[in-house]
């Protein structure tokens, strides 16, 4: 595998920015890990988010997500997004589009990266998942699956600061530069509102969803839990776990795993000598 760090220049932001890119490179020769390049010609992608505390380094610093990626041949591009809730902020950049539209086009340029939505997904942890959530869901023609990690998709609102980590100025403060105030209900921001208007379309993405038992976001895990297995006939062919687990990186190094095996990629690893 070939990890790269990018900085390039984001219309849509009207900044530089920075993503952590890793890309398959077939090799027989390193000790210890059996790595391919997909048989396409170009990479299937998982788009990995990061939470609210964090940045594009995180994934790659406190998981083995390269090493887990390897033997499946998936290129995995980790975009920095900072505290925006993966939206279009009243008070700062235009992220949700950045990371929906402007970012895949932009990654493509540089990297034989797999326009299919069949090869596509978009998954993450925290922020990262309710973003995943949201960006899955309004773009089922480009995503065959979504993973969403210890978090929650919203009814129109942010969700709640249960967390400890903010106090309620400083929650506040982040709610009014993401969302101004607006009320959004019913609009692509509202992820309920827009699962249930897109679930008779001919094509809806997998939806992976797992929450530790002792996280401080499980009732709102619960509560996207219940409206996705509300939905007549699964449309999502939603599937949600629940494990022994709190919210932070020993949870989501170990499930990521459950998540790839998910997607269901083939694994010619065994094949290859090491």
């Known amino acids: 595998m070939a990890f790269m760090q990018v900085q390039f220049f984001s219309e849509m932001l009207h900044m530089a920015v920075s993503a952590d890119v890793i890309i398959p490179q077939a090799v027989t020769k390193e000790i210890g890990q059996a790595s391919r390049e997909s048989q396409k010609g170009e990479h299937p992608v998982l788009w990995l988010l990061h939470g609210a505390t964090d940045d594009h380094t995180t994934w790659q610093r406190r998981t083995s997500i390269e090493r887990y990626a390897a033997s499946l041949g998936l290129a995995v591009v980790m975009p920095a997004a900072h505290l925006s809730s993966y939206t279009d902020m009243a008070h700062g950049g235009a992220f949700y589009h950045y990371i929906a539209e402007e970012l895949p086009e932009i990654m493509r340029g540089f990297f034989p990266l797999s326009a299919k939505r069949e090869d596509n997904f978009i998954a993450g942890n925290s922020m990262g998942g309710y973003g995943a959530l949201k960006i899955g869901v309004n773009y089922p023609d480009r995503y065959e699956a979504v993973g969403c990690f210890s978090s929650a998709a919203n009814r129109g609102r942010p969700l709640a600061n249960n967390s400890g980590l903010f106090d309620e100025e400083t929650w506040n403060m982040r709610n009014y530069m993401q969302y101004g105030g607006r009320d959004f209900a019913g609009t692509y921001e509202d992820t309920f509102f827009m699962a249930r208007k ?38 999502y062919r939603y599937v949600y776990e629940e494990h022994e687990g709190v919210h932070g990186w020993d949870y989501w190094d170990e499930h990521i795993r459950d998540f790839l095996d998910f997607l269901k990629l083939e694994s010619p690893a065994a094949e290859i000598a090491n």
């Open 198 to 235: 897109n679930k008779d379309l001919p094509v809806l993405p997998r939806i992976f969803h797992t929450c530790g038992k002792d996280d401080f976001l499980i009732d709102q895990a619960r509560e996207t839990r219940d409206f996705f297995m509300g939905l007549e006939g699964n449309p």
